[in-house]
């Protein structure tokens, strides 16, 4: 009578690309997943999820999930498919991969990933170990932070820098192109926590973002400007006596030659370009040097156009030159994930790449499948997991027009039919994070945490290592990686023996769910107080000699080739945005306008955006414009508009506000192209060019026109 059914619970990790990884429980009744929620005793997540995983368990059961192997029965693109088993798929795909190895040489497979899926066994770099091993083409993934990731490892080396929850103790809070209250949601009350003890929060952001509507102060640079900014406030550092001689002299290199490179920036000078008031600067520059402990946290964005690397750096010396690392909450936040002991060799297996091997780039998908960029072999076969390049990637005209070429074989694993997998030949269902194992790292915190595996897979779902699994024992693979299960290789890719582990298992993990790396507590963490930076000189590193650019593992495991790129500037500082009026005044003229494409709210990248009811919390596509821009084309709030450059275009409704500054607009990302007015999103327009360090992309360094659709 009345009796409960039993409630079975286990501990999940939240699998998005999100600096938060939030701890989860996930709760089972009757092998259905009932409810997740996040994990009351884990200090970040403290109990609460975002909304877009606040019903995550439904997610599971959304109907229109892959369920079954699918293969295509209509024209490329059509979405028209019939089931199959299996034992088919599996059989067709490999048989289809050693056909064109034969013909065209393993090089003509490519795999593409990336962090739709965080976990170390199914996320970014679940597949490298068998692509490599296959031989195909390497995939360099390179979506996010790698140009952060460049300059921080050239400027500060592999430190994870601040921890989030120190800022509790910061007295002057930058959030430097981050919209935290939409993307790092749990690291805000440690912001707001300061704030009430009397901390300053002060936001850079090209726009009015929800998190500089609520900060102390917004300061609004130019699109891609930042670098000006951050050599701006450098200089005016230096010029009024701001900076800690004693701590610059004992722990940095460069300072002469960055104080020369410095004072080529002029109040008027940086005022011009960055659109930012000279008394603003000056400012900041005290502020930041006399309020300490100061601490910046560092967003994606930055690193988002020609300059981003140069950039970084530059705003990697300010907290250098203010002596902010002596202080608990003081320093630098880029991303802890440098801390971490995870073995990446163990799970890329870069040892299995053949010498010689080529590498394409996931940001220029689209010319690699059309042809520019003249591959021999061109790519024949194609396999994409954990990411939706048709939504995300830039260029996408001309990635649909790669994805549809009749001798293009393309599989993807995936849990719905996306803007991708709409060309697809054969889809695979891929499991959800309640039905998988996994250890989930953190781009976002010191926390390491366990994702067990909750109910068996909905439909014939099976997850990325699996489906893995399977593919090396049809091409006759038998190395024992390809034997083992989610969680053994969970186990296996972690450094238990290092210092980090604090000589923990993972029975504790299977106890507490999570483990706060033993890196220093929050409230003692002091890493760079005497400098002790994991750089080559121990120091800080304005100056740099004879180095090159690379990527940093675990964006490309290829170690041999990393030191291969391009000369570095020795010194930071300022490379104006490749699509400015200053760079390309031709273009300037035909296209007036600069779009950023921010994080929408209420999707994770383009996760949610097919979900009915996230559209409707998150609202139709939008396009943030000036009174002034919005007046001179005869836009009104509400109206349609058409957004286009030479690329192609997307169409949304306007906003007209002073949430931009004129010349800038703002369209945030993750809307489906196949759901939207027309069918074009954001990055219909924007360039696969590089940003300069780590082959970054360069998504706020674009041009755009609007018109007034009728
Ligand atoms: N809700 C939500 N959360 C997310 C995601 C999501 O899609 N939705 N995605 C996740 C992922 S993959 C990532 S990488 C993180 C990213 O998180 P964030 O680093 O916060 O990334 P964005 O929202 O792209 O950009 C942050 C802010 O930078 C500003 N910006 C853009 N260009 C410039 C510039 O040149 N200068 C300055 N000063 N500001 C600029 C934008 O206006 C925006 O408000 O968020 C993660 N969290
Ligand atoms: N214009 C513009 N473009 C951007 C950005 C921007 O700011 N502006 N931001 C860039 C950034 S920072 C990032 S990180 C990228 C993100 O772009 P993507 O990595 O493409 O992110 P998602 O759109 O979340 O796509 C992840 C896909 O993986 C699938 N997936 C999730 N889990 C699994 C799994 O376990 N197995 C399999 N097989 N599939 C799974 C999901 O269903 C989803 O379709 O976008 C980039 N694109
Ligand atoms: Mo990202």
């Given at each position: 009578?009345?009796?409960?059914?039993?409630?079975?619970?286990?501990?999940?990790?939240?699998?998005?690309?999100?600096?938060?990884?939030?701890?989860?429980?996930?709760?089972?009744?009757?092998?259905?997943?009932?409810?997740?929620?996040?994990?009351?005793?884990?200090?970040?997540?403290?109990?609460?999820?975002?909304?877009?995983?606040?019903?995550?368990?439904?997610?599971?059961?959304?109907?229109?999930?892959?369920?079954?192997?699918?293969?295509?029965?209509?024209?490329?693109?059509?979405?028209?498919?019939?089931?199959?088993?299996?034992?088919?798929?599996?059989?067709?795909?490999?048989?289809?991969?050693?056909?064109?190895?034969?013909?065209?040489?393993?090089?003509?497979?490519?795999p593409?990933?990336?962090?739709?899926?965080?976990?170390?066994?199914?996320?970014?770099t679940a597949g490298d170990a068998f692509f490599n091993r296959l031989g195909s083409?390497v995939?360099?993934?390179?979506?996010?932070?790698?140009?952060?990731?460049?300059?921080?490892?050239?400027?500060?080396?592999?430190?994870?820098?601040?921890?989030?929850?120190?800022?509790?103790?910061?007295?002057?809070?930058?959030?430097?192109?981050?919209?935290?209250?939409?993307?790092?949601?749990?690291?805000?009350?440690?912001?707001?926590?300061?704030?009430?003890?009397?901390?300053?929060?002060?936001?850079?952001?090209?726009?009015?973002?929800?998190?500089?509507?609520?900060?102390?102060?917004?300061?609004?640079?130019?699109?891609?400007?930042?670098?000006?900014?951050?050599?701006?406030?450098?200089?005016?550092?230096?010029?009024?006596?701001?900076?800690?001689?004693?701590?610059?002299?004992?722990?940095?290199?460069?300072?002469?030659?960055?104080?020369?490179?410095?004072?080529?920036?002029?109040?008027?000078?940086?005022?011009?370009?960055?659109?930012?008031?000279?008394?603003?600067?000056?400012?900041?520059?005290?502020?930041?040097?006399?309020?300490?402990?100061?601490?910046?946290?560092?967003?994606?964005?930055?690193?988002?156009?020609?300059?981003?690397?140069?950039?970084?750096?530059?705003?990697?010396?300010?907290?250098?030159?203010?002596?902010?690392?002596?202080?608990?909450?003081?320093?630098?936040?880029?991303?802890?994930?440098?801390?971490?002991?995870?073995d990446w060799a163990r799970v890329s297996r870069p040892d299995f790449i053949r010498?010689?091997t080529?590498?394409?780039?996931?940001?220029?998908?689209?010319?690699?499948?059309?042809?520019?960029?003249?591959?021999?072999?061109?790519?024949?076969?194609?396999?994409?997991?954990?990411?939706?390049?048709?939504?995300?990637?830039?260029?996408?005209?001309?990635?649909?027009?790669?994805?549809?070429?009749?001798?293009?074989?393309?599989?993807?694993?995936?849990?719905?039919?996306?803007?991708?997998?709409?060309?697809?030949?054969?889809?695979?269902?891929?499991?959800?994070?309640?039905?998988?194992?996994?250890?989930?790292?953190?781009?976002?915190?010191?926390?390491?945490?366990?994702?067990?595996?909750?109910?068996?897979?909905?439909?014939?779902?099976?997850?990325?290592?699996?489906?893995f699994?399977?593919?090396a024992?049809?091409?006759?693979f038998?190395d024992t990686q390809f034997?083992m299960?989610?969680?053994?290789l969970?186990?296996h890719y972690?450094?238990?023996?290092?210092?980090?582990?604090?000589?923990?298992?993972?029975?504790?993990?299977?106890?507490?769910?999570?483990?706060?790396?033993?890196?220093?507590?929050?409230?003692?963490?002091?890493?760079?107080?005497?400098?002790?930076?994991?750089?080559?000189?121990?120091?800080?590193?304005?100056?740099?000699?004879?180095?090159?650019?690379?990527?940093?593992p675990p964006?490309?495991m290829m170690y041999?080739?990393?030191?291969?790129?391009?000369?570095?500037?020795?010194?930071?500082?300022?490379?104006?945005?490749?699509?400015?009026?200053?760079?390309?005044?031709?273009?300037?003229?035909?296209?007036?306008?600069?779009?950023?494409?921010?994080?929408?709210?209420?999707?994770?990248?383009?996760?949610?955006?097919?979900?009915?009811?996230?559209?409707?919390?998150?609202?139709?596509?939008?396009?943030?414009?000036?009174?002034?821009?919005?007046?001179?084309?005869?836009?009104?709030?509400?109206?349609?508009?058409?957004?286009?450059?030479?690329?192609?275009?997307?169409?949304?409704?306007?906003?007209?506000?002073?949430?931009?500054?004129?010349?800038?607009?703002?369209?945030?990302?993750?809307?489906?192209?196949?759901?939207?007015?027309?069918?074009?999103?954001?990055?219909?327009?924007?360039?696969?060019?590089?940003?300069?360090?780590?082959?970054?992309?360069?998504?706020?360094?674009?041009?755009?026109?609007?018109?007034?659709?009728?």
């Amino acid at each position: 009578m009345n009796e409960q059914p039993a409630r079975k619970t286990f501990f999940g990790g939240c699998p998005h690309d999100c600096p938060d990884t939030c701890a989860m429980i996930y709760e089972v009744e009757d092998g259905r997943l009932v409810e997740v929620r996040g994990n009351k005793e884990h200090p970040m997540t403290r109990g609460g999820l975002c909304v877009k995983l606040k019903d995550y368990h439904d997610h599971h059961y959304n109907p229109d999930r892959v369920l079954y192997p699918l293969r295509r029965v209509g024209p490329k693109g059509s979405r028209q498919f019939a089931r199959i088993s299996w034992d088919e798929a599996i059989a067709e795909i490999t048989a289809r991969w050693k056909d064109i190895i034969a013909k065209y040489g393993s090089q003509a497979i490519m795999p593409y990933s990336y962090l739709g899926n965080e976990g170390l066994v199914q996320g970014l770099t679940a597949g490298d170990a068998f692509f490599n091993r296959l031989g195909s083409t390497v995939n360099e993934k390179t979506f996010c932070a790698s140009g952060s990731s460049t300059a921080w490892l050239l400027t500060v080396g592999p430190t994870g820098g601040v921890d989030p929850e120190s800022f509790v103790h910061s007295r002057y809070i930058v959030i430097w192109a981050c919209n935290s209250i939409s993307t790092n949601l749990h690291h805000w009350p440690f912001v707001l926590e300061a704030q009430k003890r009397g901390a300053k929060i002060v936001v850079i952001d090209s726009y009015r973002s929800r998190t500089a509507k609520a900060a102390d102060w917004h300061i609004m640079p130019k699109p891609g400007t930042d670098g000006a900014l951050a050599m701006g406030i450098i200089a005016a550092m230096i010029e009024n006596g701001y900076v800690d001689r004693e701590w610059v002299d004992k722990c940095t290199v460069g300072y002469p030659e960055l104080a020369a490179r410095a004072a080529e920036f002029t109040p008027d000078y940086v005022e011009r370009v960055t659109g930012v008031p000279a008394a603003d600067v000056a400012r900041f520059a005290r502020e930041f040097a006399t309020t300490q402990p100061s601490v910046i946290r560092m967003g994606v964005a930055l690193e988002r156009h020609a300059g981003g690397g140069q950039t970084i750096r530059a705003v990697c010396a300010i907290p250098a030159l203010a002596g902010s690392w002596r202080h608990v909450g003081g320093g630098l936040l880029q991303m802890p994930l440098w801390e971490f002991p995870v073995d990446w060799a163990r799970v890329s297996r870069p040892d299995f790449i053949r010498p010689g091997t080529r590498v394409v780039n996931n940001l220029q998908l689209g010319r690699a499948l059309v042809g520019d960029m003249q591959l021999d072999p061109l790519i024949m076969g194609l396999y994409i997991y954990n990411t939706n390049p048709v939504s995300q990637a830039p260029e996408t005209n001309k990635i649909v027009r790669g994805l549809s070429r009749e001798d293009l074989f393309f599989v993807t694993a995936e849990h719905f039919v996306t803007d991708t997998a709409a060309y697809a030949d054969i889809v695979l269902p891929a499991t959800m994070a309640g039905e998988h194992d996994d250890m989930m790292f953190s781009w976002g915190h010191f926390y390491l945490t366990i994702n067990e595996k909750a109910i068996e897979p909905c439909g014939e779902a099976k997850s990325n290592a699996q489906i893995f699994r399977l593919f090396a024992a049809a091409m006759g693979f038998d190395d024992t990686q390809f034997k083992m299960s989610d969680m053994e290789l969970a186990e296996h890719y972690v450094q238990w023996a290092a210092p980090q582990m604090a000589g923990i298992d993972m029975e504790y993990f299977r106890r507490h769910g999570y483990f706060h790396l033993a890196v220093g507590t929050p409230d003692d963490r002091l890493p760079h107080a005497e400098g002790k930076f994991p750089t080559p000189s121990g120091k800080v590193e304005f100056l740099v000699k004879d180095a090159k650019n690379f990527v940093a593992p675990p964006f490309r495991m290829m170690y041999e080739a990393m030191q291969s790129g391009e000369d570095v500037d020795p010194l930071p500082g300022y490379v104006p945005p490749r699509e400015s009026a200053a760079s390309n005044p031709e273009l300037a003229k035909r296209y007036p306008l600069n779009v950023i494409s921010p994080k929408s709210h209420g999707f994770l990248n383009s996760c949610y955006a097919n979900e009915p009811h996230k559209i409707r919390g998150q609202g139709e596509q939008f396009v943030l414009m000036s009174p002034t821009d919005a007046a001179a084309r005869g836009v009104r709030e509400g109206d349609p508009v058409r957004v286009f450059n030479d690329r192609g275009d997307f169409e949304g409704l306007a906003r007209v506000t002073d949430d931009v500054r004129d010349g800038v607009i703002v369209a945030t990302l993750g809307y489906w192209r196949s759901l939207n007015r027309s069918d074009g999103s954001v990055n219909s327009i924007s360039s696969a060019e590089f940003c300069g360090l780590g082959r970054a992309p360069t998504f706020s360094d674009n041009l755009v026109q609007v018109v007034r659709v009728n």
